[in-house]
């Protein structure tokens, strides 16, 4: 009785069995803990649990048949297990794993050993061919097929087709593409089993028409068959389809770009989804990096059973799905992406609203707050953190005891009406208590590793952290004002607020920037005569606005040793904080756009404009997933004649990472917190938008307009967004740097743990700071680490990844090393496995089943070998990264590590 031994994640209940309401009572029922049968989750469950033994023993679960477990050993030996519910077949050539695996099965459930395989599930053999329309009572056909490995038949099948065909040839090439399939599934399997044919495989077929179908792909689209409104379609994966090309035997052309922007018709770009659901999107960002950052913590200190790191990883996995990280879901759906994902992540989530309990202590009688920080790129950081606190009179200790400088920064109105609107939507609750700080102050954290900041009450009052100057001026004054620290300083206008000077003193780069704002209205097609309207998917400008001030202007200037900022209300609905932090050489801007007015009945798209004068011509350059640049030039398409009809949305793109524009002088950079949409519209300006907030449904399947709302409890609202953009402008060449080793930062923020306690207990009893690999080391500045994960049984997945193009940059564009041994100095490498970039085989055998396609154009110009890091010396135990190249190993280390956190 398998079924009983699955256990149920889900809550299930029953009703009580006969005979049990007496002494129970009336109304009662049973919550089950194990499956049982008649129970829809019983078959799921039983096979998890198999599979998670089975696994566990060392057996690997094939791709082509997931219910095939093998085994390989280093001998070259196999071992194989097929599971049919509760009936098993072991086979294989290493006759003590096969007994060891009859223990291991043993041990977790009853099992018999029947012996010799004489009779496996009523299977009987059978041989047959097509009958076309042989039955006498629907005219269907009988089609049959049977594969051989070498002279041995492995299977067969004889069954009715599902349609009627019109004709003997019809029949026989239904029959010749099940066999096909077949086959190609047959092929996978045995490569999983190490087996690889070394000569193309054989289809025979009697039907000369069939044949000349099956050679003819033009004739593949008369074959097709229709029957009462339905189309007769075969299973296909991405790799049948892909032999199924390569068997053609054809050359192919070759495309390095993508097929941005898409659209269906004529006014339907698909490129409104890029910025949809803005705040899910920044969401999914942070989470992403904070469970990087846990599963590397894992690692060193060991894996816990009772607090990990699954749920999180659950949720992150459900959010991959095309229509939650896009924004194209249903409103409730996307409620449920961020419930799950707020399941996994507790320490101050609403941080990015000044709301963080753990720093909003009172330090009095002797406590301290602790805050510890975790930094997961393999470089050292040094960045300015912010806290909210309640006091004024605080001071910092780094992990060194030594007293930092820092500074405080009043909390204005806008951000204490934020924070407490949406801490109210978040916990139900406003806030007891409102920060009047915010906090800043430098730190240093090493690679893979953690400092400790002490935060204290200082001994007298007002010698605590530096209170920043406070100076607000209106647009009818006619001088300028000047800020920012070392190298990178800007000169603002008093006309509007605007931005006029962007000047780094050590690059030499003076550069005019304007910043402004402006929104495109959402087209209503509902009465067109080919309706169109925008949505969630699509973006469909009906004019554009420039969002001008509706009162007079004002700016407030914050002045302070650790950062300075510029405040500026844009419009009642937009609000703008400019800062420059000490020893950084890019600007930050975050902004608070929302809610968006809806009451002149029509949606609108909120986009920034930043304008420079680089004289890009039409050419701007998006990021691929945050990986390679693309070149983009407005209005073209290098593949086909491309015919403009939206030049707004035909000419966005997605940006993950950022955007870029050159002349031959400079490079004008923007980089961003989240995936949203750009373009650069106008030469010399940078566009992206930050917010959508539309009142139609464009067609393409949410069934709803995208028009997010918060309610507490029944006032409902327009979401508001809070996020940031940085920008840099550099020297022609020199700007790829900046975007790469801060757009690593961006993507893996510092992690915070906070901690209040009392005297110097906590001190005196912790290490105040730690880094996991060897103190002389840190990785080269062309590397990340993309992962880095506790398996079982004592293995670790690492992913290496170069993070520079060919060309990109004249030192980092090159060959790079990184040393094991000193990436892992408190572990002693027994065994690195080099295998695909999903960890799902080995590399040595995926180059194997490498296919070597045919490619359209001169040779010379394709014939070029792709280069590559050579395979990992098992002595000096150094990996080599070539530029865009990511590796991924799996490592094994000697048991008893020498240290631990």
């Not at 209940?13 to 803990?33: A, N």
């Not at 659901?277 to 999914?284: F, T």
């Not at 001190?763 to 002389?776: G, K, L, Q, V, Y």
């Not at 892992?824 to 695909?836: H, L």
Request: neutral net charge.
């Amino acid at each position: 009785m398998p079924f009983l031994n699955g256990d149920l994640e889900e809550e299930v209940f029953m009703s009580l069995p006969p005979g049990f309401e007496d002494k129970f009572g009336q109304g009662k029922v049973c919550r089950l803990k194990k499956s049982m049968y008649g129970l829809k989750q019983s078959p799921r469950a039983w096979f998890e649990c198999f599979e998670r033994i089975v696994k566990d023993y060392g057996y690997c679960q094939s791709q082509a048949d997931h219910t095939m477990f093998y085994k390989h050993t280093e001998k070259g030996k196999l071992s194989i297990l097929i599971v049919y519910v509760d009936d098993i077949i072991m086979t294989g050539d290493d006759i003590e794993e096969l007994a060891g695996l009859k223990k291991r099965l043993a041990d977790n459930f009853e099992i018999k050993d029947l012996g010799a395989l004489k009779y496996f599930l009523g299977m009987e053999f059978a041989r047959s061919k097509e009958d076309w329309a042989g039955s006498t009572t629907d005219r269907r056909s009988t089609s049959g097929y049977c594969t051989f490995v070498g002279e041995n038949l492995v299977t067969w099948r004889s069954k009715k087709q599902c349609v009627v065909a019109r004709s003997g040839t019809e029949a026989e090439f239904r029959s010749l593409a099940h066999g096909i399939c077949e086959v190609i599934w047959i092929k996978r399997l045995l490569e999983d089993l190490k087996i690889y044919p070394s000569l193309p495989l054989r289809v025979y077929c009697d039907n000369k028409a069939a044949i000349s179908i099956a050679h003819n792909p033009v004739l593949h689209d008369r074959t097709k068959h229709i029957e009462d409104g339905r189309v007769n379609a075969l299973y296909s994966t991405p790799s049948i389809y892909t032999d199924a090309k390569y068997a053609t035997n054809q050359s192919w052309p070759i495309k390095t770009d993508d097929f941005f922007p898409y659209a269906d018709r004529e006014n339907a770009y698909w490129t409104g989804y890029f910025t949809s659901r803005p705040a899910l999107k920044r969401y999914i960002r942070v989470l992403s990096g904070y469970y990087m950052a846990a599963r590397q913590l894992e690692f060193f200190k060991g894996r816990s059973k009772s607090t990990n790191t699954d749920s999180l990883g659950d949720a992150l996995a459900i959010v991959q799905h095309h229509d939650a990280v896009t924004g194209t879901e249903k409103q409730h759906v996307a409620n449920d992406y961020a419930k799950r994902l707020s399941i996994g992540y507790k320490e101050c989530p609403l941080l990015n609203v000044s709301y963080c309990p753990a720093s909003e202590v009172q330090l009095s009688q002797g406590k301290i707050l602790i805050v510890v920080i975790y930094n997961s790129l393999g470089w050292k950081r040094e960045e300015v953190i912010q806290i909210p606190v309640i006091s004024e009179d605080v001071i910092v200790h780094n992990s060194e005891g030594k007293e930092i400088e820092s500074q405080l920064l009043p909390l204005v109105d806008t951000y204490v009406s934020l924070r407490n609107y949406y801490v109210k939507a978040y916990s139900g609750q406003t806030p007891v208590q409102t920060p009047k700080y915010w906090l800043a102050f430098l730190v240093s954290v090493p690679p893979l590793g953690f400092s400790s900041y002490v935060i204290s009450n200082a001994k007298r009052p007002g010698s605590g952290s530096t209170k920043s100057s406070v100076h607000t001026f209106q647009i009818i004054e006619s001088s300028t004002v000047e800020v920012g620290h070392g190298n990178l300083k800007l000169t603002f206008s008093r006309d509007h607020g605007k931005l006029t000077n962007y000047i780094n003193s050590q690059s030499s780069v003076e550069e005019t920037v304007k910043q402004s704002y402006v929104f495109y209205t959402g087209y209503n097609g509902t009465n067109d005569k080919a309706p169109q309207n925008a949505g969630a998917y699509i973006f469909r400008p009906n004019g554009t606005f420039l969002i001008k001030p509706e009162e007079e202007v004002s700016s407030t200037i914050m002045r302070g040793p650790i950062t300075d900022e510029v405040h500026q209300r844009i419009n009642p609905w937009i609000y703008q904080v400019t800062r420059l932090h000490k020893g950084k050489e890019h600007v930050e801007v975050e902004y608070i756009v929302g809610p968006i007015p809806i009451n002149d009945g029509t949606g609108k798209d909120v986009v920034t404009q930043v304008m420079t004068n680089v004289d890009s011509n039409k050419t701007f350059y998006t990021d691929s997933n945050g990986r390679d640049f693309i070149k983009r030039i407005r209005d073209y398409r290098a593949d086909w004649d491309l015919k403009v009809n939206q030049p707004v949305a035909g000419n966005y793109y997605p940006l993950n990472l950022g955007i870029y524009i050159q002349d031959d002088k400079k490079e004008f950079s923007v980089l961003v917190d989240r995936p949203v949409g750009g373009s650069s519209i106008v030469d010399g300006q940078i566009e992206l938008m930050l917010h959508r907030r539309l009142l139609l449904d464009d067609s393409r399947g949410v069934a709803e307009a995208l028009n997010e709302t918060v309610c507490i409890p029944n006032d409902c609202k327009g979401l508001i967004i809070q996020g940031k953009l940085y920008y840099r402008i550099d020297p022609r060449g020199e700007g790829a740097k900046w975007r790469r080793s801060f757009g690593q930062e961006i993507y893996s923020p510092l992690l915070f743990a906070f901690s209040e306690q009392e005297g110097d207990n906590w001190i005196n009893s912790h290490r105040p700071t730690f880094s996991w690999i060897d103190s002389s080391y840190s990785l080269p500045e062309n590397v990340a680490i993309i992962t880095l994960q506790e398996l079982d049984g004592g293995k670790v997945l690492l992913r290496l990844a170069h993070l520079y193009e060919i060309g990109e940059d004249k030192d980092l564009s090159v060959l790079t090393n990184v040393e094991l041994k000193k990436l892992f100095p408190r572990k002693k490498i027994s065994k690195v496995t080099e295998t695909s970039l999903t960890a799902n085989q080995e590399r040595i055998e995926m180059e194997k089943k490498r296919l070597v396609w045919k490619v359209e154009g001169p040779s010379s110009q394709n014939d070029a070998e792709v280069k590559r890091g050579r395979p990992v010396d098992p002595a000096a135990l150094i990996v080599e990264l070539v530029p865009m190249e990511i590796r991924t190993f799996i490592i094994q280390f000697v048991s008893n590590p020498l240290s631990s956190i």
